[in-house]
């Protein structure tokens, strides 16, 4: 599994390689890449590190969600677009391939492929993986973990969720919630740390960045610590279907495993509860008694 982009990829635009607004630009790439951009109408852009082909021309709208987008590995060094996107567009629509470049002009053997749907990214995976794109050489898809959640630690355990909301807002650009765990042996505080998530890997890549420097203290006097979070697995429905364990969170620490089998009354298939501190584990006979215990105590 691979982390999606490095960091700081340079600036959000990039150069334009084949701009329709410049005549001319087209013709100082190779003929096969040129052959490739005149019939999808995709732009290419250059940014530190990296080319960008795509998104769609005419897309409107946000790109699409997580989870459509696969790593590409083991990619021969002088194959480029114009061999790489008719192999991926075999699964489906693609959004974007990024191909990550050496400044010696190579690619530097792995990109992704980001497709419009989940299930696109799904037949790239089924279908693609180990294929032979040139005698004797074969790809490697696999899962792109799009990773825009950091773990931001030493934070004041007085403050509040929207206290922590706001002055990252503040201090970093792209915020979208924070996640802050109330502390177990008193609910009126924090428990020291915030997973802060962020709307791309590229903005949480930057705030890392920008946090890691130590150069910005939170409310003008915290220095923090921040790291990468422990990214969601994206469990497939297959799996999922047959998950017959709930999570409970929030508990009181008096709260007793008794407690949380009468809680669950509503439903004869509780099996065993196990409970640690403010959490428990509630396993079930089947999927369906979870979900209607879910349903009513969510």
């Known amino acids: 599994t691979m982390t999606s982009g490095p960091e700081g990829t340079g600036s959000s635009e990039g150069t334009v390689i084949n701009d329709p607004a410049v005549p001319g630009t087209l013709q100082n790439l190779p003929l096969a890449l040129q052959e490739l951009l005149q019939r999808t109408g995709y732009l290419l852009v250059q940014e530190n590190g990296q080319r960008r082909y795509g998104p769609p021309p005419g897309w409107e709208g946000p ?87 950091l773990f931001v630690g030493g ?75 422990e990214p969601e697995i994206d469990v497939d429905n297959d799996i999922m279907s047959k998950v017959k364990v709930l999570y409970i969170r929030n508990l009181s620490l008096s709260t007793t495993e008794d407690d949380i089998r009468s809680l669950c009354n509503s439903s004869n298939g509780v099996e065993r509860v196990k409970k640690q501190k403010d959490y428990a584990f509630v396993h079930f006979s089947s999927r369906e008694q979870a979900e209607v215990v879910k349903a009513s105590l969510n």
């Open 63 to 149: 790109s699409p969600p997580k989870g459509c987008e696969v790593f590409i590995g083991k990619i021969p060094r002088d194959l480029f677009e114009d061999e790489l996107v008719p192999v991926m567009e075999r699964a489906g629509k693609i959004y974007e391939v990024r191909l990550m470049m050496d400044i010696n002009g190579n690619n530097r053997g792995y990109g992704f492929a980001q497709y419009t749907s989940k299930q696109e990214a799904e037949n790239a995976l089924r279908l693609l993986n180990n294929i032979e794109v040139r005698p004797k050489k074969y790809l490697g898809v696999t899962r792109s973990v799009d990773n825009n959640r």
């Open 155 to 229: 934070i004041p355990k007085c403050r509040g969720r929207e206290e922590v909301l706001e002055e990252m807002k503040r201090v970093t650009e792209g915020v979208v919630k924070i996640i802050l765990y109330p502390s177990i042996n008193d609910r009126t505080k924090n428990r020291g740390y915030a997973f802060v998530e962020y709307t791309s890997h590229k903005a949480a890549a930057m705030a890392r960045r920008k946090l890691f420097s130590g150069r910005i203290l939170l409310w003008g006097s915290t220095e923090v610590k921040v790291d990468w979070a």
